[in-house]
C-alpha cells in the first residue's frame, strides 16, 4: 500500500481481518509506492507479479480480496494457476465489457501522447492535479464527503508524482485498453468467487449482473452508505461479509 493510506486501510480494515488471517497489503507495479518502470502494463503482466507473489512470499494457496480494474488480473491468475488460490471477493469490479475493449487505432495514440517526455508529462501533471484528484475522489471514491481528508488527498497526489510523474506510464497504458482484457469465459469457470458492490456506486446492480450471469455459482451482496472503496467507508460491514465467506 502507499504509506498514507495504506495507514487508512490498517486503520479501518486489515486489523479486523489479521486476528484470524495473516494479512498482504500490496501495490502492483506502477501503483502507489511501487516502482514506476516506463514500460508498457498489460493484464498478463499483472497476472504473472500476482502469481509470482503468491508463489515466493505467500507460499501457499490464498484468499484474495481484490478492488476494482485489479479483479480482471485476478481473475485470469486463477484461470492461468488455480491451485494458488482458494476463495476469491471481488469488490467493485469493472464492468466486463468495458474492460474487454482492446487497443484501437485512436487509444494508441492517447497512450502515445503520454509517453511523450516533455507534452506527456505535461498532460498528466494536468490530468493529477491536486483539484483534479480532489473532485475524482469525491465523486467516485467516497459517498461520505467527510471521509475525504487532507492526508488521503495528498497521499493520492505524492503517489500519483513518484518518480518524477512516472505514473504517466501506467495511466497511458490504461488509456491505451493495454490492461483490458476479455475475462468472460475465466468467469463461466470460477466456483470460488464472491462480489461485494456498493448501492451508491453508478451502475454497480447492472455491472454485477453481468457477472452472475455468466455464472449462476457466484454469490454477491450489496453494501448501502459506500462507494468504490467500502473496505474504508463501512469497515464493519465489509469485515463481517468477508469473514462470512471466508469461513
Given at each position: 500500500?502507499?504509506?498514507?493510506?495504506?495507514?487508512?486501510?490498517?486503520?479501518?480494515?486489515?486489523?479486523?481481518?489479521?486476528?484470524?488471517?495473516?494479512?498482504?497489503?500490496?501495490?502492483?507495479?506502477?501503483?502507489?509506492?511501487?516502482?514506476?518502470?516506463?514500460?508498457?502494463?498489460?493484464?498478463?503482466?499483472?497476472?504473472?507479479l500476482i502469481n509470482?507473489?503468491?508463489?515466493?512470499?505467500?507460499?501457499?494457496?490464498?484468499?484474495?480480496?481484490?478492488?476494482?480494474?485489479?479483479?480482471?488480473?485476478?481473475?485470469?491468475?486463477?484461470?492461468?494457476?488455480?491451485?494458488?488460490?482458494?476463495?476469491?471477493?471481488?469488490?467493485?469490479?469493472?464492468?466486463?465489457?468495458?474492460?474487454?475493449?482492446?487497443?484501437?487505432?485512436?487509444?494508441?495514440?492517447?497512450?502515445?501522447?503520454?509517453?511523450?517526455?516533455?507534452?506527456?508529462?505535461?498532460?498528466?501533471?494536468?490530468?493529477?492535479?491536486?483539484?483534479?484528484?480532489?473532485?475524482?475522489?469525491?465523486?467516485?471514491?467516497?459517498?461520505?464527503?467527510?471521509?475525504?481528508?487532507?492526508?488521503?488527498?495528498?497521499?493520492?497526489?505524492?503517489?500519483?508524482?513518484?518518480?518524477?510523474?512516472?505514473?504517466?506510464?501506467?495511466?497511458?497504458?490504461?488509456?491505451?485498453?493495454?490492461?483490458?482484457?476479455?475475462?468472460?469465459?475465466?468467469?463461466?469457470?470460477?466456483?470460488n468467487l464472491y462480489?461485494?458492490?456498493?448501492?451508491?456506486?453508478?451502475?454497480?446492480?447492472?455491472?454485477?449482473?453481468?457477472?452472475?450471469?455468466?455464472?449462476?455459482?457466484?454469490?454477491?451482496?450489496?453494501?448501502?452508505?459506500?462507494?468504490?472503496?467500502?473496505?474504508?467507508?463501512?469497515?464493519?460491514?465489509?469485515?463481517?461479509?468477508?469473514?462470512?465467506f471466508l469461513q
Open positions: 500500500m502507499s504509506r498514507g493510506l495504506g495507514d487508512v486501510y490498517k486503520r479501518q480494515i486489515v486489523h479486523r481481518l489479521e486476528k484470524k488471517h495473516t494479512v498482504y497489503t500490496i501495490d502492483l507495479l506502477g501503483c502507489g509506492r511501487s516502482e514506476k518502470p516506463g514500460i508498457t502494463y498489460t493484464n498478463f503482466l499483472y497476472v504473472q509470482n507473489f503468491i508463489h515466493d512470499i505467500v507460499k501457499e494457496a490464498a484468499n484474495i480480496v481484490v478492488t476494482g480494474i485489479s479483479s480482471s488480473f485476478v481473475i485470469m491468475a486463477q484461470a492461468i494457476e488455480p491451485d494458488n488460490f482458494k476463495k476469491i471477493i471481488l469488490v467493485n469490479p469493472s464492468d466486463i465489457n468495458i474492460i474487454k475493449e482492446m487497443p484501437t487505432k485512436e487509444t494508441k495514440a492517447a497512450k502515445t501522447i503520454l509517453e511523450i517526455p516533455i507534452l506527456g508529462t505535461f498532460i498528466y501533471n494536468l490530468i493529477m492535479h491536486h483539484k483534479r484528484i480532489r473532485n475524482y475522489i469525491e465523486s467516485k471514491y467516497f459517498f461520505k464527503k467527510t471521509f475525504l481528508s487532507s492526508k488521503l488527498e495528498d497521499t493520492y497526489f505524492e503517489s500519483a508524482h513518484k518518480g518524477n510523474s512516472a505514473g504517466k506510464y501506467l495511466l497511458a497504458s490504461t488509456k491505451g485498453n493495454y490492461v483490458n482484457i476479455d475475462i468472460t469465459n475465466a468467469v463461466k469457470k470460477v466456483d462480489i461485494i458492490s456498493s448501492r451508491e456506486r453508478n451502475n454497480a446492480v447492472a455491472i454485477t449482473e453481468k457477472y452472475l450471469h455468466l455464472n449462476k455459482n457466484i454469490e454477491a451482496t450489496y453494501i448501502s452508505n459506500s462507494r468504490y472503496l467500502p473496505q474504508l467507508e463501512t469497515p464493519d460491514k465489509f469485515k463481517d461479509i468477508v469473514l462470512m
